[in-house]
């Protein structure tokens, strides 16, 4: 446990320095993220760093595709790559990009950055896979404000109609897009419980309690019959003060003394 919480925290400083870097990107939803993808890059997914390509290995869907440094600094403290790699992030011609290109780099299911799109990528992959007779896992990776898109409806409602057990949607409820409060530029309550009366098996739990994560991800592996949707409440910008629940660190680079900051609150 005590592990994962150091990788959770190594992400967040390699998402700071990366984004530093570049001058560019979104940093506060990969803040927000660190926990989750600590754990499901040290912990859930059957996956080799190896071996991007291995035929076993479970799907990670990344649908907000601008949270992206955070699966990156996943993928380099995992081994896909070497570290030193993150300091191309959003170069021309990096296999880093602002959004994730399947052109540019192996590892990745899919290329992403339109919102709203992944869940139904995802439910066509476990379909894929289900008609394969094969056991992967799928996960999906998907936001809040993108829940403000048809596309996701109507992949949750095929979802539920294939009875697709083998996939796991988890969403970053953090509250805010890059307008402000979810609930003031289009309201999603009640979120959970939309899914839930669509027939998805919905969990939730505190995106920042290591305990809770691994026991939904565990919850999600037995259930049957049904796709899976792990509500994790989050908060952007988790663990550095400034950028705290902050619409406005959606999509802007902390200056060199705001990223001295953000590195001192992470060591």
Known sequence: MEELKLKAKQIRREVIKMVAAAKSGHPGGPLGLADIYAALYFKILKHDPKNPNWEERDRLILSNGHVCAVRYASMALSGYFPIEDLKTFRNINSKLQGHPSTRYMEGLETSSGSL??????????????????????????????????????????????????????????????????????????????????????????????????????????????????????????????????????????????????????LA
């Open 116 to 265: 709203g799109q992944g869940l139904s990528l995802a439910t066509g992959i476990a379909l894929g896979l289900r008609h394969q007779n094969k056991t992967n896992k799928v996960y999906a990776c998907i936001s809040d404000g993108e829940c403000g898109e048809g596309m996701t409806w109507e992949a949750a409602q095929s979802a539920v109609h294939f009875k697709l057990d083998n996939l796991v949607a988890f969403m970053d409820r953090n509250f805010i897009q890059i307008d402000g409060n979810t609930e003031e530029v289009m309201r999603l309550e009640p979120l959970g419980k939309k899914f839930e009366m669509f027939g998805w098996n919905l969990i939730e739990a505190d995106g920042h309690d290591m305990n809770q994560i691994l026991e939904s991800f565990a919850k999600a592996e037995k259930h049957k019959g049904s796709p899976t949707l792990i509500l994790f409440r989050t908060v952007i910008g988790k663990g550095v003060s400034y950028m705290e629940n902050k619409a406005e660190w959606h999509g802007t680079f902390p200056n060199a003394e705001q990223e001295k900051q953000a590195l001192l609150e």
